[in-house]
């Protein structure tokens, strides 16, 4: 038999096995996805575009689930108290991450509530027109305009991006113009396209098929850079507008205070399907980029782009209940 102290040792070293295990065969069921729209959504559609390969990588599924509700706010709560062992994962972006909780008192999360996995895409917006005769055919002609007559802009709602983006752009010409929101781009676009509005501020996702099809014009894009699809449509400060890009960010985060090694984990297989070159196609036919950034750079950019978020919603007096 062996002696006492060396039993106590192997015996501790026994039950240390199962825990030792487990840490090495993580993740050992399927993770959830939670996207804070419903199937279709550019959200939805990157998520998946992400989960097959992921899960891949992971060994697991990787499993997409729409919780829909409060603007995002249901989604991000929800994430923000489940269990932080990397199970459970979302995928977010400026809009609900920095905006929301400003404009809606009643959301009980903050950015902090997450740790990020991995940055995912970047987009910008374009600066748009109608391209019906009288319609401004440059970003000075808007200016012009909007200098001479405080006329009307489309977004696709109060308090989102669109609408946002839109009066970054008015602060930065220092114009002034009429906020008319609809309920979602499309019906925004629409009333572009038929003259009822001016401008508007828009994703390349929802009005490229329009450009493209004559019925808008892109006056300039909000991004550093121009834009590989409108290569020659200028951006804001290059149109005489210099200032911080205006765009979306989004990513992959996790709970708060989920263990590093597995935050590690999720992150390879983020990069792993942002470099499939399938994945890769199907985010340009989107008209969107992927992001490809160290996650600490990633976090740094958000940290840095909330308090300008913060001091445009309270310019506006925006809330949302």
């Known amino acids: 038999m062996l002696p006492l102290p060396r039993r106590a040792a192997l015996a501790g070293l026994t039950l240390g096995l199962p825990n030792l295990a487990r840490a090495?065969?993580?993740p050992s069921r399927p993770i959830t996805l939670v996207v804070a729209q419903g199937p279709g959504s550019g959200s939805d559609i990157s998520a998946r575009l992400l989960a097959g390969t992921m899960g891949a990588v992971l060994g697991q599924p990787v499993v997409v689930e729409n919780r829909t509700g409060g603007g995002g706010a249901i989604a991000h709560q929800s994430v923000a108290r489940a269990q932080p062992d990397g199970n459970t994962i979302i995928f977010s972006s400026t809009a609900a991450l920095l905006v929301l909780p400003l404009v809606n008192p009643g959301v009980r999360y903050a950015m902090d509530d997450f740790t990020a996995v991995a940055p995912v895409l970047?987009?910008?917006?374009?600066?748009l027109a109608s391209t019906a005769p009288g319609a401004p055919a440059t970003l000075a002609d808007l200016v012009a305009r909007l200098r001479r007559d405080r006329t009307a802009y489309a977004s696709a709602g109060v308090g989102t991006m669109t609408h946002l983006a839109a009066e970054a752009f008015l602060r930065r010409a220092q114009v002034e113009a009429v906020h008319v929101p609809y309920r979602g781009s499309g019906a925004a676009l629409t009333d572009l396209i038929g003259g009822q509005v001016?401008?508007?501020?828009?994703?390349?996702?929802?009005?490229?098929?329009h450009i493209t099809g004559g019925r808008l014009r892109a006056l300039a894009v909000t991004g550093e850079r121009r834009e590989a699809v409108l290569p020659d449509v200028p951006t804001l400060?290059?149109?005489?507008?210099p200032g911080a890009p205006i765009a979306v960010l989004g990513g992959l985060f996790a709970p708060r205070d989920t263990p590093a090694a597995r935050v590690a984990r999720l992150a390879a297989a983020t990069d792993r399907a942002l470099a499939d070159p399938e994945v890769a196609a199907r985010f340009q036919a989107s008209q969107t980029e992927i992001l490809r950034e160290a996650r600490e750079a990633f976090v740094a950019r958000l940290r840095e782009e909330e308090p300008v978020w913060r001091s445009l919603v309270r310019q506006l007096d925006l809330r949302l209940e």
């Open 198 to 209: 001016v401008f508007a501020a828009d994703s390349l996702t929802a009005s490229m098929p």
């Open 24 to 26: 090495e065969t993580w």
């Open 237 to 241: 400060a290059e149109a005489g507008l």
């Open 122 to 127: 970047r987009a910008p917006f374009a600066i």
